[in-house]
């Protein structure tokens, strides 16, 4: 079934105030082939229908399963390698080192990371891998890992940590595979020792931050690509607020903060690049 063009001005106002997804007019083919399965689901004829019928849905569990569809989940273990390369021999060491110098020595240090917008969870658990690795001894930490994003069904399957031999072959050795995960079938589940590290929640990252505390270190890749740039700029101030003041930003490999975010100064490692927020100047 096809969408006109009025159809489609209403969609799209839709989805981006459920969702803060912008869709350009070129993409009224996602609405078609993403929201197609929903006419069935939820007997409706046509796109009018489906409409209606989400906007009088009270409990919005119909908005929901329309974010569920319309986001685009894709995503891959260590995905563009480098920032994980960055991540276990530049920043860990950096951070670690600090919070050593600074910490009791009885005391766990804290490390506190956040995968935002982290699909079904492989960002997550590659993170956490590599935080295996690089520390060894996870006893003298107090890790957390909390991978954010606003699909239910996304954040559903990364809090399971099951997945299929095609997903693990995207981006885990097989050394990696056997080492974090458990052949169950035809599947893998992650290791407890990995799932540990990690918390999974739903968020909308369009709206305020509540109850997050600060973090070490921010993952925000492929998501605000997705975002207007006036969306772009609230969601790096409000990253800004959550971020600790020596914290570090990582954002995907194509994106860029110019003309985006002034307050964070880009750093170059190797291959790869990460944010910090510019030092405030005495006045
Ligand atoms: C392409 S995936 C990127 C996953 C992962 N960060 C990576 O780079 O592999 C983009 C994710 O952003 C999520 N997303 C889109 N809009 C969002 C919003 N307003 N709040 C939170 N997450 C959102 C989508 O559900 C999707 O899972």
Redesign the pocket.
């Known amino acids: 079934m096809e969408i006109d063009q009025t159809e489609f001005r209403l969609w799209a106002r839709y989805v981006y105030d459920i969702?803060?997804?912008l869709l350009e007019p070129a993409k009224s083919y996602l609405i078609e082939s993403r929201l197609g399965p929903l006419l069935r689901e939820y007997a409706c004829r046509t796109f009018g229908d489906l409409y209606q019928k989400s906007r009088m849905d009270s409990t919005r569990a119909v908005e929901k399963r329309i974010?569920d569809q319309i986001?685009?989940?894709?995503?891959?273990f260590f995905?563009d390698s480098a920032p994980f390369e960055m991540l276990k021999y530049k920043i860990l060491p950096d951070v670690v080192d600090r919070k050593t110098q600074k910490a009791f020595s009885s005391r766990p240090i804290s490390l506190r990371i956040w995968?935002?917008?982290?699909?079904?969870g492989?960002?997550v658990y590659s993170i956490a891998i590599a935080l295996k690795e690089i520390l060894v001894d996870l006893n003298k930490y107090s890790v957390m890992v909390l991978g954010?994003?606003?699909?239910g069904m996304?954040i559903a399957r990364a809090s399971q940590g099951t997945y299929s031999q095609f997903e693990m072959d995207r981006g885990l050795t097989s050394e990696r595979m056997e080492q974090y995960f458990i052949h169950e079938g035809d599947v893998w589940k992650i290791k407890d020792e990995i799932r540990a590290m990690t918390t999974f929640k739903k968020?909308?990252?369009?709206q305020p931050f509540v109850g997050l505390g600060k973090f070490d270190i921010i993952?925000?890749?492929?998501?605000a690509i997705?975002?207007t740039i006036e969306d772009r700029k609230k969601l790096f101030r409000h990253i800004e607020d959550v971020l600790a003041a020596d914290g570090y930003l990582i954002i995907?490999s194509t994106e860029s903060l110019t003309g985006i975010a002034l307050q964070f100064e880009p750093k170059r490692y190797l291959r790869s690049v990460f944010y910090q927020l510019k030092k405030k100047e005495n006045c």
């Open positions: 969702s803060g997804i974010i986001t685009t989940n894709e995503t891959l995905r995968s935002a917008g982290c699909s079904t492989q960002e954010t994003d606003i699909s996304a968020m909308n990252l369009m993952f925000c890749r492929n998501v997705y975002f995907g």
